[in-house]
Antibody, heavy 120, light 110 residues
Framework: EVQVLESGGGLVQPGWSLRLSCAASGFTFSNFAMTWVRQAPGKGLEWVSAISIHVDRTYYADSVKGRFTISRDNSKSTLYLQMYSLRAEDTALYYC?????????????WGQGTLVTVSS | QSALTQPASVSGSPGQSITISCTGTSSDVGAYNYVSWYQQHPGKAPKLMIYDVTNRPSGVLNRFSGSKSGNTASLTISGLQAEDEADYYCSSFTSSNTWVFGGGTKLTVL
């Protein structure tokens, strides 16, 4: 069974950093692109970042470019999102998700999310 | 990276068909056949319903179908059932090598 399990969320102050992790199982992690999608409380989905099976190909939304870094450790089947200079508007439930066989044009398995709250 | 435009809400009675539109631009929806649709029930993670405009993942019922014309994609749900009541989001790949979601549509089954 495919599973992705996020961790690392919490309450931080504006300007602080936080690293999210996503442990994957039930599929060959190194064969699939992965992505992060967030959802602010009561709001819609917002795509954040994606990484190809090749760790040098990373993609970011304009809202997080230069502040967030996505990475993966295929040996540990783990996806990461390093977040710097956090802002109040980054407050959201962060979903880790597995991209389909055609890339992130169809995201086929989602975790339950980890909540990040940025507040003083 | 402006969000795709979806109606805030749609409704229908059991057994009826409804269509949710998703309007983008020639840099996203109109440029690629990479539109996907997600269903999200309250408090749950999103679920992939349609990818590459028209394709259904294994396990998704054929009551759900997708299409596209120009810069607008559509999700049609036929034979509406109570369990279809949820939020629906479209997504598209963009010419900036990013992805963008629509604002979401709340489907109410009357």
């Amino acid at each position: 069974e495919v599973q992705v399990l996020e961790s690392g969320g919490g309450l931080v102050q504006p300007g602080w950093s936080l690293r999210l992790s996503c442990a994957a199982s039930g599929f060959t992690f190194s064969n699939f692109a992965m992505t992060w999608v967030r959802q602010a409380p009561g709001k819609g989905l917002e795509w954040v970042s994606a990484i190809s099976i090749h760790v040098d190909r990373t993609y970011y939304a304009d809202s997080v470019k230069g502040r967030f870094t996505i990475s993966r450790d295929n040996s540990k089947s783990t996806l990461y999102l390093q977040m710097y200079s956090l802002r109040a508007e980054d407050t959201a439930l962060y979903y880790c998700a597995k991209c389909g066989s055609n890339g992130c044009h169809g995201v086929d398995y989602w975790g339950q999310g980890t909540l990040v709250t940025v507040s003083s | 990276q402006s969000a795709l435009t979806q109606p805030a809400s749609v409704s229908g009675s059991p057994g009826q068909s409804i269509t949710i539109s998703c309007t983008g631009t020639s840099s996203d929806v109109g440029a690629y056949n990479y539109v996907s649709w997600y269903q999200q029930h309250p408090g749950k993670a999103p679920k992939l319903m349609i990818y590459d405009v028209t394709n259904r993942p294994s396990g998704v019922l054929n009551r759900f179908s997708g299409s596209k014309s120009g810069n607008t994609a559509s999700l049609t749900i036929s034979g509406l059932q109570a369990e279809d009541e949820a939020d629906y989001y479209c997504s598209s790949f963009t010419s900036s090598n990013t992805w963008v979601f629509g604002g979401g549509t709340k489907l109410t089954v009357l």
